[in-house]
Structure formats: C-alpha cells, structure tokens
C-alpha cells in the first residue's frame, strides 16, 4: 500500500485544499464552482472536530495523497444515526487504492461510533466512484434526475448507502 490512513491535523488543511480545489476547478464530483480559501476549508475541518466527526487523510512521506469525512446527512434528530460521507483524492494518487483506504476507515469510524447508515452522494456518471462504492458494500438507492448544475450542464445526482453493522465486540463511541 505505501501509504497510512490517519485522522488529520491542522497542518494537512493546506493539502486538503488542495485537493478539494482540484475537484472544484476539474470535475462534477463538487458541485461547487468557486475555490474555498484556507479560511473556509480550517473552519470546516474544526467543526468537524467540534462535532466529533473523523476527518481522514492518507499520507505517504509526509504528502496527503486523499481525505475523507462524514458528517451530518440532515439534522433533524430523526436522522441521527445517518451520515453523509465525502472523499477526495489527489489526481497524481488515484488508481492507487487510496479511495477505498479511505472509504473503508471512514465506514469502519462510523460503525465503532454506533451509526446506522453512511450516505454517498454522487454525480450519477461519475463511474470510478459509482465502482469503489459497490466495492465497498454500497448499494444504490435512488436517482435524482438533473437536481445540480455544472459547467454547462444538468447533472443527475445518484445515493448510495450502507448498512453499517456492528461489532458486538466493539464498544459505541457517541457522536458529541
């Protein structure tokens, strides 16, 4: 593999922008179209942390190759053992397995913390992360024809979730 899956630090925030700025500037995986800045991203990644979410990255020597997280799908209380996922990775680190690493650890958090289903929220044609889904035990739950807009075009967004089970062994950690 080469690389490790750890929680991230305030001082991967740079890198994650990154990241998440190549999938602005290059593809309908963010249906955003305006770059975060630094200030944005740090505030994001704190109330992650405030809020007990993992914010994942993969590192190998020292570089962030990818980043993933969850949080929360609706806040309505009826919601709660529900969450919505998201991963990124570097264009230079795909194909790697990278993706999966961190799809799995994020599923695996979610489980040790007592929730219910993690939700993937993806641009319907968006195959490569339509495959690492199913790979990872994600099914498909449901098409919303042309909900979002991007470069000129209606973009159809696609749920996939996950039945998380847990591990009688494996005490719950509750969300704060």
Known sequence: MGFVIKPA???DVPAILAITNQAIRETTALW???PYTYEERLAWFRQRRDEGFPVLVAHEAGQVLGFGSYGH???????????????YV?????????GRALLEALADTAARQGLH????AITADNAASVGLHEQCGFVRGG??????RKFGNW????FMYKLLSMNPDIES????
């Open 155 to 158: 973009l159809d967004l696609l």
């Open 117 to 120: 289903v993690m939700i993937g």
């Open 90 to 98: 570097d264009a230079d680190s795909r194909k790697r397995g990278v």
């Open 32 to 34: 955003v179209s305006a």
């Open 143 to 148: 098409v919303l024809p042309e909900v979002g």
């Open 173 to 176: 950690e509750q969300i704060v």
């Open 9 to 11: 630090e305030e001082w």
């Open 73 to 87: 799908f609706r806040v309505y209380e009826g919601y709660s053992q529900t969450v919505e996922h998201s991963v």
